[in-house]
């Protein structure tokens, strides 16, 4: 497909408008002009033309720019829309968390509602947001120097087929250990001078437990005195991960250092599928895990991804129920996203919208149905059938450094290499990021540095 536009800054939210289509025009020739607060956008496709004359409520710079996407890329849609009878469940919103999107409405004194339906939501997922706006009450806080920690531990036991993050396989990587550990432990010394209010501290991956005991222990032990100077009482997650790195000592390491969120993964409950995916580890695995950690009384987390190879959407809401079943805390439903570094995406293309639709629509039924609510949600590029990852929490047990994170409502302070740090400035509406070498060896030669840029990044 070909885009010419008169509009470069438009380009990128045509090409995400178009991209939501199956079906696509071989070109789409574009042209957009303002005048006294009218937005005009012309389109000219498959030999038709297009005009639209678009007014908006505008009160600074940023709204003008606000509302010059927002008319393109909702006038692309309807276009596509109509002439491939195909509407999006999520309607012409790419780019943007619609929970950010409803919250900046609210802001400014209006209802969300009409927004999202001009821009063409679907009702349930209308609903959706609303609930996930009320289940947040109470626990999102936009306020600057909300701080959420986070330490990146970026290896994993075997790479899973359908996952693009950057992580490590611990058995060729072992020997960094000893110094990833060392400059972690550097940056949280030097982190322990100027955090803010300290809301919530994740330890994620990869896969925390891929580490062998004692690593795990030197990096609690590092947090330690951050949590008893800055918040006690503080939520505390560790992504173990995968059930097949689970043991007691671990989990007995957690409890001493007041951890108080884990997340056991299944990802699905078909030996089959994790065959399929090479996750290595059974249902079976999974369910011992799950039962090892249960004296511990840790507040769980599992974690499903909807549209893996070869499920239907029976089978899926199957693994959901399951999921209910154990009575974990929270559950999160992501739905497949395949991108560039993903073996999978080399692979296959075989994602089809309606089966992934179906399984989101199931999954909601039945979590709803037994009592979750739907906490924090988001959408990426290249998700399944234009749908979203749900976080979902039995009542009072939400998790506050996933809704911070999503809402980016508190400056994230994250250590590690390919952490990414960042800032909120609420008074401004200023989000500033400053992320570390993706690279493990480039990172830890590094070290002295970061530490240096970060400590600036976050105190002036
Ligand atoms: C950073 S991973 C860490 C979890 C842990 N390493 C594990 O696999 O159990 C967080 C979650 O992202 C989800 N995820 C990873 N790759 C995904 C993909 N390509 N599409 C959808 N969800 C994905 C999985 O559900 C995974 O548990
Ligand atoms: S899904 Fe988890 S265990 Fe699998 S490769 Fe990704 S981060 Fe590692």
């Known amino acids: 497909m070909q885009l010419i536009t008169n509009c470069s800054f438009l380009e990128n939210e045509l090409l995400d408008a178009a991209r939501l289509f199956k079906n696509r025009p071989q070109t789409i020739t574009h042209s957009y002009s303002e005048k006294g607060g009218v937005f005009y956008n012309t389109f000219d496709i498959d030999g038709e033309t297009f005009s639209f004359e678009d007014r908006g409520q505008v009160l600074n710079e940023l709204d003008y720019k606000r509302l010059e996407r927002r008319f393109a890329k909702l006038r692309l849609y309807e276009i596509l829309s109509q002439k491939y009878g195909e509407k999006m469940p999520w309607g012409a919103l790419t780019g943007i968390r619609p929970t950010k999107l409803a919250y900046t409405e609210l802001e400014r004194g209006k209802a969300f509602i009409p927004l999202f339906e001009q821009m063409h939501v679907c009702q349930e997922n209308i609903a959706l947001v609303q609930t996930v706006l009320q289940t947040q009450k109470g626990l999102y806080e ?61 330890i994620g991956g990869g896969t925390p437990f891929a580490l062998d005991t004692p690593y795990l222990q030197k990096v609690l032990a590092a947090l330690a005195p951050i949590k008893e100077k800055y918040n006690p009482q503080v939520e505390y997650t560790v992504e173990a991960g995968r059930p097949d790195v689970f043991s007691e000592d671990k989990l ?209």
């Open 252 to 460: 007995r390491l957690l409890k001493e250092y007041g951890v108080t969120r884990i997340c056991i993964n299944p990802q699905t409950f078909s030996d089959e599928t994790l065959r399929l995916i090479g996750r290595k580890h059974t249902v079976a695995d999974f369910y011992r895990a799950y039962e090892m950690s249960e004296k511990y009384d840790f507040l769980v987390n599992i974690d499903l991804i909807a549209g893996l190879e070869g499920e239907s959407a029976e089978q899926f809401a199957n693994g959901v129920t399951q999921a209910i079943q154990t009575g974990a805390d929270n559950i999160t439903v992501h739905c497949l996203s395949l991108k560039s570094g993903a073996k999978l995406k080399e692979e296959t293309s075989y994602i089809e919208n309606d089966r992934i639709s179906d399984m989101v629509g199931l999954s909601r039924k039945l979590l709803l149905e037994s009592g979750y609510l739907p906490y924090y949600m988001y959408r990426q590029k290249y998700q399944a059938g234009n749908n979203e990852n749900v976080g979902w929490t039995k009542p009072n047990k939400a998790c506050i450094y996933n809704i911070d994170v999503m809402e980016e409502t508190a400056d994230n302070l994250a250590v590690g290499a390919n952490a990414i740090s960042k800032r909120v400035k609420t008074a401004q509406g200023l989000i500033t990021r400053f992320a570390t070498q993706k690279d493990i060896p480039t990172y830890m030669s590094n070290i002295d540095s970061i530490i240096e840029k970060k400590r600036k990044f976050f105190t002036e």
């Open 142 to 202: 936009k306020r600057d120097g909300n701080t959420d920690l986070f330490v990146s531990l970026p290896f994993c036991p075997t790479k899973c087929a359908y996952c693009s993050f950057i992580t490590a396989p611990i058995e060729k990587t072992r020997h960094f250990l000893d110094e990833y550990v060392t400059c972690l432990e550097k940056e949280i010394l030097s982190a322990n001078d100027y955090i803010g209010n300290l809301r919530s501290m994740y």
